[in-house]
């Protein structure tokens, strides 16, 4: 059934910025969030400020309750965001958006985060929150890993390359990873499980 969907799913905590306390513990982490094989769901209830925002724009997916609010508050302390929001949050919303948000550390309610791209969904309650992201976790959790973690792969390589080497350059790169999906068996393992109508039994990572 692929990872299980606890492996997929960051908790959900109010987030403060502790940047120049907790520096050297969080500095290692973030990319390793973002580089992760598997899909990071991330999901946010109440204040997600300064190294809050670092977290959840390393994650792929982010999901929020109504009463969040996100604040780029790094420049309101007299110094500059550095764990990883100024590079990857213009990717998400647009260099304009970012630069106004990390410009002027102001708070953004959740409903204008989802307008901006920031959030995918706005779920209602954090209890409704949190079940709707271990929906989402246990979706993605029985999909193919492999597939999962090439599409992810994918995604980023796009993100960070852009059109550097145009369509071919991306598609000779799915090409690599296609080549591997199609040694692992998966295919042919959902194949025969949609024939026989059970669960399929995808390769681990």
Partial sequence: MGVPASTCLAAAVPCVNLQQAQRHLALPAMPALGAASYRVPRCGAGACVG???DLITAADLRYCSQDAYFSVKEVD???????????????????GAAAELALTGRSVPAREAAQLGLVSRVAGS?????????????????????AVAGTKAVLLHTRDHGSAGGVAGGLAHVALWNSAYL??????????????????????L
């Fill in 183 to 204: 040694l692992s068996g998966d295919m042919a393992e959902l194949l025969a499980a949609l024939v026989a109508r059970r669960p399929p039994a995808f390769s681990k």
């Fill in 126 to 146: 954090a209890t409704n929150l949190a079940a709707a992201v271990m929906q989402l976790a246990a979706e993605i959790a029985a999909k193919s890993p492999l």
């Fill in 51 to 53: 190294a809050g925002v």
């Fill in 77 to 95: 302390l007299a110094i500059t965001a550095d764990l990883g929001t100024l590079q990857r949050l213009p990717c998400i919303i647009g260099h």
